[in-house]
Structures are given as structure tokens and as C-alpha cells.
């Protein structure tokens, strides 16, 4: 009360209504002096008023105006691990395609100039960690062992990986050829007297579709009947009266072109078998086919150029 009592009346003496501002200059140091003296004598009962009022806590401290922490996400940790893990001198810079993540666990497909694979990520002690899983697609057993993934996550994520590269193609993919097969060789036997057209109307031509197909079938046996490490193709245009090469396609490679570009919709793929003794039949499979579209053609073109017959 006391010192409520001296700044009351400091104002009512300092600020009066018939205050000129020419009289600031004569009573200000007055004032001064006087008030001085005054506040000396209660200095003693202000700290002590200071020391029995309540402490107030502190109030939190505000952010900055349009600052926000962003954390990242788990796909983009995993996307630039695998790229970090894949770089090397001299290679071209590999690209990430596909992510799924299951928990602490992940696969992800990658590219690097014309090859690609598929590795697990495993997330240990908040740092996520590339496991390699084997060339081509690997089963979900195989996962779970190498990368040391549970068995049930590894058939999760792979059917999930499976799910996702089975999108529709729009426009419709089927040519006409003939496959067959005798002993332990294929072959592919085309009408068309000019591979070098188009296809579909696009740049994608009818020789780049060709070999397509026999990737596409190459895997699919591979998969299916666990073949040998390659197969041997024989690739005739013009109904058979173009000899365009004898290829040879293994297992591995087959199976990281599909990792690569991805597997889209499902063709019925008739197969002529002949057998030595004479005779034979036709064989019904649906093979997936690769999923070559938009940026992808221009790579897969790229490929077919640099991918010569064996003989």
C-alpha cells in the first residue's frame, strides 16, 4: 500500500492538468531530487512486497511463425537408402520404382540403366537397412531366410509387390505369332515381312514387342517348371522365311527385366509342343506380359537394340 501510495501521488503531483511544457525544464530535476529521496526510503518495502508475491510459471515458448518440422516419411528414408546402397562410380544413378512397407520391414524394386532387382529394407534401431534377396523375384521363403523377415511379413509384402505391378494395359498388346517348342528349344514365328514397324502406333516397334514376348514366356517357364539356367529361342519373321537369330535368355536375366519394368495383365499364350517320337500338342498358359508403357519404352527400345542374337 505504501508503495501504491507514493506512485499515486508522483502522478497526480507530476501530471497536472494546467502542466505547461515550457515548466518541464525547471521542475523536472526538482522533482527528480525530491522523488529520489522518497524512493529510498521505500526501496526496503518494495523488495519485500517483490518477495511475497506468487511465482508465476513461465510461459512456453511460441514457434517462429510459419516454421513447421516435417518428419519423413518411411518411403523416403527407404527410397534414399536404397539408392545410397546401389550408387557406384561410373554407373548410371539407379532410380527406386516400387516401395511396400509392412512395420518395420520393407521391398523395394530398383533401376539402374538396363538392369534392376529387388532388395528388402529392414528397419534396425531406427535405421533402415538393405538386404539382399537374390536375383530375379525371389519367393517369399527366400525373403524371410536372407533378409531375416518374418515368413508371414515376407508373404505380405511380396503379395502386395505381386498386386501392384498387375495394372491393366489400355490398349491391347496381343500380336499375331506362333510359339513352339521342340525339345529343349523355342521358337517364335511371326507374319510380319517389317519388324521395324510400328506396333501399337506408337514408337514401340513390332521386333521390340517380339522380344517381349520371348522375356515374358522365358520367365514364365522359369518359374513354372523351374527350367534350366536359360532357354534358347529361334525368332523367324515373314511366316518363317526370315531367319532373325537364335537368342539365349537365362533365368536370371529373365527374371530382373520383370522386376524391372514390372508385370502387367495376363495373355493366353498357346505353345505348340513336338515331341522327338513324332507327334504333339497345344499348350495353354496365361503369361504375364512386361509392362511397357510411358517412360519405359524408350528404355526397352534402348535394350533391344543392345541385346544381339547368341548365333
Request: hydrophobic share 40%; net charge neutral; proline share 6%.
Amino acid at each position: 500500500m505504501l508503495l501504491r501510495h507514493f506512485l499515486d501521488n508522483f502522478v497526480d503531483e507530476v501530471i497536472e492538468p494546467t502542466w505547461e511544457y515550457s515548466n518541464l525544464a525547471f521542475y523536472l530535476p526538482h522533482l527528480m531530487t525530491s522523488r529520489l529521496q522518497t524512493a529510498k526510503l521505500l526501496l526496503p518495502f518494495a523488495i519485500a512486497l517483490a518477495g511475497t508475491a506468487p511465482t508465476l510459471p513461465l510461459a512456453p515458448p511460441v514457434a517462429a511463425q510459419g516454421v513447421q518440422v516435417i518428419a519423413q516419411s518411411p518411403q523416403s528414408e527407404i527410397q534414399e537408402t536404397v539408392i545410397e546402397y546401389l550408387r557406384r562410380p561410373g554407373l548410371p544413378d539407379p532410380t527406386v520404382k516400387r516401395i511396400m512397407v509392412q512395420g518395420q520391414y520393407a521391398l523395394a524394386s530398383w533401376l539402374m540403366g538396363e538392369g534392376g532387382g529387388l532388395v528388402a529394407v529392414v528397419n534396425q534401431d531406427g535405421v533402415w537397412q538393405v538386404r539382399q534377396v537374390g536375383g530375379g523375384m525371389p519367393s517369399a521363403e527366400a525373403i524371410s531366410q536372407r533378409a531375416q523377415i518374418p515368413l508371414q511379413v515376407s508373404r505380405s509384402l511380396l503379395k502386395r509387390y505381386t498386386a501392384s505391378s498387375q495394372a491393366p494395359v489400355s490398349q491391347g498388346t496381343e500380336l499375331p505369332m506362333t510359339i513352339s517348342r521342340a525339345e529343349e528349344v523355342l521358337a517364335i514365328t511371326v507374319p510380319d515381312q517389317n519388324t521395324t514397324r510400328s506396333a501399337y502406333g506408337g514408337k514401340l516397334r513390332l521386333y521390340d514387342v517380339h522380344i517381349a514376348k520371348m522375356f515374358e514366356i522365358t520367365h514364365f517357364l522359369c518359374q513354372r517348371d523351374s527350367i534350366r539356367g536359360e532357354q534358347f529361342w529361334v525368332y523367324r519373321a515373314g511366316g518363317g522365311s526370315i531367319d532373325m537369330g537364335r537368342f539365349t535368355i537365362s533365368c536370371s536375366l529373365s527374371a530382373d527385366i520383370a522386376a524391372a519394368y514390372g508385370l502387367g495383365k495376363v495373355e493366353r499364350t498357346d505353345i505348340r509342343v513336338s515331341y522327338e517320337g513324332g507327334g504333339g500338342e497345344t499348350q495353354t498358359y496365361q503369361v504375364p506380359i512386361l509392362n511397357i508403357t510411358g517412360g519405359k519404352v524408350a528404355r526397352w527400345m534402348s535394350f533391344t537394340q543392345k541385346f544381339r542374337p547368341s548365333i
